[in-house]
C-alpha cells in the first residue's frame, strides 16, 4: 500500500514539474505585462527609456557604470546616487543605466520606450 502510495505522489509531483516548466517562455508576457525581450530591450536602450519617462514625468536615477564585465565592482543598486562610475583606463567603456523607484514606474516607461520605437 506504502508503495502505491508513493508512486502516486511521485507521479503527481512529476507531473506538475513537467506541466510548469512547459509553460515558461522569454516571448510570453510576464506578470509585469512586458515579455522578457521588451524588458532586455529596454535595459540595452537606456537613452530611450529615460526620455520615454522623462516625458511620462516618471522620476528615475540614471548614470555611467563601468561596462566591463572583468573590473569588479557594486552593482547599481548597490551604491547610493550618484552612481558615477570613474574609468579605471581611457580604454574602458562606460554603460548607462538607469534605475527606477519601482517595477511598475520602469514598466510604463519601458512599454512608452518600445511604442516611441515602433
Known amino acids: 500500500m506504502r508503495r502505491i502510495h508513493l508512486r502516486v505522489v511521485t507521479f ?24 522578457d525581450v ?12 529615460g526620455e520615454a519617462a522623462s516625458s511620462l514625468g516618471i522620476s528615475f536615477v540614471g548614470d555611467y557604470i563601468r561596462a566591463s564585465s572583468e573590473t569588479p565592482g557594486p552593482e547599481i543598486t548597490d551604491l547610493e546616487p550618484p552612481f558615477l562610475a570613474i574609468p579605471s583606463g581611457n580604454d574602458e567603456s562606460l554603460k548607462y543605466r538607469l534605475q527606477f523607484e519601482n517595477g511598475e514606474d520602469f514598466n510604463r516607461a519601458c512599454q512608452a520606450a518600445i511604442d516611441a520605437a515602433n
Request: charged share 10%.
Open 12 to 35: 503527481y509531483v512529476f507531473t506538475l514539474a513537467v506541466l510548469g516548466c512547459g509553460n515558461s517562455s522569454s516571448f510570453t508576457p510576464s506578470e509585469t505585462g512586458l515579455t
Open 38 to 49: 521588451q524588458r532586455t530591450w529596454c535595459s540595452e536602450h537606456a537613452e530611450a527609456h
